[in-house]
């Protein structure tokens, strides 16, 4: 395959229509009345409503009548308090639930492994999983099994974990966002070693759900973009910075509208690199990651998406 082309394993109807073009899900409350819920669990909801309003307001339009609704419920003399409502959560990650993409990875031209980008769960909690291989014949020099996975609850990080195996590196980390304690604790296993972060006030990100993050949000060209990480027991404001619109052509002799964005992450990342990443992303509601781009110690590594699927 040549870089900067992307082979799709799709079903006979259009590729375009179907999955760059696709409806964007109602994301609408669903509010159940007069069911078994406490007021400790009605102040829940309204501090995740609250966050959900804090970081996602261009999806969430409904969200801050639900919560002055909540909170008149809240204020009430309560001795005889009957629950009144019950919040179907919204998740903004939920939009990629069964999203599933497998990536062909290139070192200098070279196939050397594959990756894939995979989502489960439901409107309260979402697990998004990646794994990198290299394949046989590159595992006899540079063996490299990555797998990294983010559980998110009511749009928040709630645990991430890290396992790598690249040449002679080893890791093992593990990450516990606890924010109704505003606390987060980052172990180092093969370390054996943990830092508890306290105090905490605002929503970080990991890696991994930083990224689906970004792509829940409105991105033009040249307005840079600030996602707040931590990753690897360090906080860092991610400036993504999209540089160009370009096309990319398809095998099929289509070409899609994309937009390249540069993040400027200065922690680990999700395998180790030497210098910028790039990448192209679809140029709609989407955002399908096309093809990303870095360096590594020696050469460059470019990930091409082979396969997009969205059961």
Do not use: C
């Not at 799709?10 to 590729?15: I, Y």
């Not at 409502?85 to 070192?107: C, D, G, S, V």
């Not at 409105?218 to 096309?247: C, G, M, W, Y």
């Amino acid at each position: 395959m040549a870089l900067g082309k992307v082979e799709l394993n799709l079903p006979s109807f259009d590729f375009i229509e179907t999955y760059l073009f696709e409806k964007k899900p109602d994301t609408k409350p669903n509010i159940k009345r007069n069911t078994d819920v406490d007021k400790t669990e009605a102040k829940q909801v309204m501090n995740n409503l609250t966050t959900i309003k804090d970081n996602y307001p261009e999806n969430l339009t409904e969200i801050p009548e639900i919560i002055e609704e909540i909170s008149k419920i809240l204020s009430k003399d309560t001795s005889n308090w009957q629950p009144v409502m019950q919040l179907q959560t919204i998740n903004p990650f939920a939009r990629f639930i069964k999203e599933t993409m497998k990536f062909n990875i290139y070192w200098m031209g070279i196939y050397v492994g594959s990756a894939t980008l995979s989502v489960s769960g439901n409107e309260t909690e979402v697990t998004i999983t990646s794994t990198v291989r290299s394949t046989d014949f590159i595992s006899n020099f540079y063996y490299v099994n990555d797998r990294a996975e983010s559980r998110i609850e009511y749009g928040k990080p709630k645990h991430f974990t890290l396992i790598q195996a690249e040449g002679k590196y080893r890791g093992n980390k593990e990450t516990i966002f606890d924010y109704d304690r505003g606390e987060i604790i980052f172990t180092n296993h093969l370390k054996n070693s943990t830092t508890y972060h306290k105090g905490i006030d605002k929503l970080f990100m990991d890696v991994l759900s930083g990224f689906f993050y970004l792509r829940t949000l409105p991105i033009k060209l040249n307005e840079s973009i600030k996602i707040d990480i931590f990753d690897s027991n360090k906080f860092a404001t991610v400036q993504v910075l999209p540089i160009r619109e370009e096309k990319i052509d398809l095998t099929d002799k289509k070409q899609i509208d994309t937009i390249v964005i540069k993040p400027d992450l200065n922690t680990e990342g999700l395998f180790k690199r030497k210098g910028d990443i790039i990448i192209w992303l679809s140029r709609d509601e989407n955002k399908i990651p096309l093809r990303i781009e870095t360096k590594v110690p020696i050469g460059k590594v470019v990930a091409e998406l082979k396969e997009y699927r969205k059961d």
